[in-house]
C-alpha cells in the first residue's frame, strides 16, 4: 500500500482497535493464475507479544486450499471513509479527495486442528453476539446439527507478521482545513466516525 509518512500509522493500538471495530475484512490470496479474494469476519487474538488473525470460512469455498504453509496473504480492513469537497476547506485552491483509515495484514495462513475449529468458531461467535440481549451459543444446537455444522466449516489463522495502517485524514493540511472538512462531512450526512477522526490528528 502507499502510504505517505504524513499519513502512516505504525501504533499497534490503534491498527487493532480499527480491526476490531471494522472485523470484516477482505482476503486475498495469489490464486492459480489471478488473486483470489474472500469476505470474512475477523478477530485478533493476541498471545504472548504476537498477533493472529482467526477465522473461517465454509470447507466448500476453494480458498483455503490454496493454505500450503508458505504461500504470504493479504487481509484488508477498511474503516471509516467518505468524500471530501474543495468547498468545506477554509482555504482556497484545494481539490476534491477522499479520506479514509485502512490496514492491511500480511502473514501465512494455516489451518487448524478439529479441535481448535470448535474454539474459533465458539470464540467468533460469542465476541458477536455479545452485547445482544439475548445472546446465541453454539451449545443451542443438538450435538449432531452441531458437528456437522462443525463439519462444513474450515477454521484458520494468519500470524499479523507484517501491518501496515494509512490514516489518510488531512494530516498535511492546516488545522482549519481540516475542521472544515470534518464540518463538512457531518454536514452532508457523511460518516461522522471519518469526521471524528479527522479531528483527532495533528498536522504533519
Keep these: ?4 509518512k504524513h499519513f502512516a500509522e505504525d501504533d499497534t493500538d490503534t491498527i487493532t482497535g480499527l480491526i476490531a471495530a471494522f472485523p470484516f475484512g477482505v482476503l486475498v ?31 466448500a469455498n476453494p ?6 504453509g508458505d504461500a504470504e496473504a493479504l ?21 476534491p479527495t477522499w479520506n479514509y483509515a485502512a490496514v492491511h495484514v500480511y502473514g501465512v495462513p494455516r489451518l487448524v486442528s478439529p479441535e481448535r475449529t470448535h474454539e474459533v468458531i465458539a470464540t467468533l461467535t460469542r465476541h458477536f453476539e455479545s ?10 444446537l443438538a450435538e449432531g446439527r452441531r458437528d456437522a455444522l462443525l ?10 507478521t507484517r501491518v501496515e495502517g494509512k490514516w ?15 464540518t463538512g462531512i457531518e454536514t452532508a450526512g457523511g460518516d461522522a466516525a471519518l469526521a471524528t477522526l479527522m479531528r483527532g490528528v495533528a498536522k504533519k
Design 63 to 68: 480458498h483455503w486450499q490454496m493454505f500450503d
Design 151 to 160: 463439519a462444513a466449516l474450515v477454521a484458520f489463522e494468519i500470524p499479523m
Design 29 to 59: 490470496s495469489d490464486g492459480a493464475g489471478a488473486p483470489l479474494a474472500s469476505h470474512l469476519p475477523f478477530l485478533v487474538e493476541r498471545r504472548g507479544d504476537e498477533d493472529f488473525l482467526i477465522a473461517h470460512m465454509a470447507s
Design 131 to 140: 452485547g445482544l440481549p439475548q445472546p446465541w451459543s453454539m451449545d443451542a
Design 168 to 182: 489518510k485524514l488531512g494530516q498535511n493540511m492546516s488545522d482549519a482545513d481540516r475542521a472544515g472538512a470534518a
Design 1 to 4: 500500500m502507499y502510504i505517505p
Design 75 to 95: 487481509v484488508v480492513f477498511q474503516g471509516p471513509h467518505g468524500y471530501v469537497s474543495p468547498n468545506w476547506y477554509a482555504s482556497v485552491g484545494r481539490v
